[in-house]
């Protein structure tokens, strides 16, 4: 089976703290995302991944960046956390673009 | 801009009722659909992939298909363990673009 591990279930930060999100996936996919789920909002693409070093912003890449320095680990960095971020935080990984994607079980995230 | 459209946002259900989820979509060049569920404080779990329209996926109790315009997830016989939200997604772009989601149909099966 799949398995998509993420370093954190909950997370507390302060207002301008550097976050780290990490994600580590163990199939040797070439894919990784990060998403984020609000109520009322549903899951939004922040960023993916297609390869090592390589990234594409997604849907709200504003305030994330990220970083993929091995295949299987997959970072998403808040630079300066805000409020606004305080939210649940999904990774997935996929074998190739029309694969399903697999999701770890989520970091909830909360900036005080 | 692609949409997705789930209906009804939520549902309730006898124990053994059968019903169906609706998931429309308006997308440039549809190149998947996929059926995840969420249980409460968890990620979404992969069901089914559909790619082109006709095509049927069956996985226990739950059933997709697929049509030029709308996706239906059938449940036979639910079960109270089948409770849990069910999202849809779709994918226009053929390489490791990632997936627009609709908002989900939150389902209750009653014992």
């Known amino acids: 089976d799949v398995k998509v591990t993420q370093s954190s279930r909950y997370l507390v930060k302060r207002t301008g703290e550097k976050v780290f999100l990490e994600c580590v996936q163990d199939?040797?996919?070439?894919?990784m995302f990060w998403y984020r789920q609000d109520p009322g909002l549903g899951l939004r693409l922040i960023y993916f991944?297609?390869?090592?070093?390589?990234?594409e912003k997604g849907d709200i890449p504003e305030g994330y960046s990220v970083s993929r320095e091995k295949k299987e680990r997959f970072s998403l960095i808040l630079e300066s956390a805000s409020t606004n971020q305080t939210s649940m935080y999904l990774c997935?990984?996929?074998?190739?673009?029309?694969?399903?994607?697999?999701f770890g079980p989520g970091t909830r995230l909360t900036v005080l | 801009e692609d949409q997705v459209t789930q209906s009804p946002e939520a549902l309730r259900l006898q124990e053994g009722e059968s019903s169906s989820l609706n998931c429309s979509y308006t997308?440039?060049?549809?190149?998947?659909l996929f059926w995840y569920r969420q249980d409460p404080g968890k990620g979404p779990e992969f069901l089914f992939t559909?790619?082109?329209a006709g095509e049927e996926k069956e996985k226990e109790r739950l059933k997709a298909t697929l049509t030029k315009k709308e996706s239906f997830l059938h449940i036979t016989a639910p079960k109270p363990e089948d409770s849990a939200t069910y999202l849809c997604?779709?994918?226009?772009?053929?390489?490791?673009?990632?997936?627009?989601f609709g908002k989900g149909t939150h389902l209750i099966i009653q014992p």
């Open positions: 997308v440039s060049g549809l190149r998947g």
């Open positions: 997935a990984s996929s074998l190739f673009g029309l694969y399903g994607q697999y």
């Open positions: 199939m040797d996919h070439e894919n």
């Open positions: 991944s297609y390869d090592v070093k390589m990234k």
């Open positions: 997604a779709v994918q226009t772009g053929g390489g490791a673009d990632g997936l627009t």
């Open positions: 559909l790619y082109s």
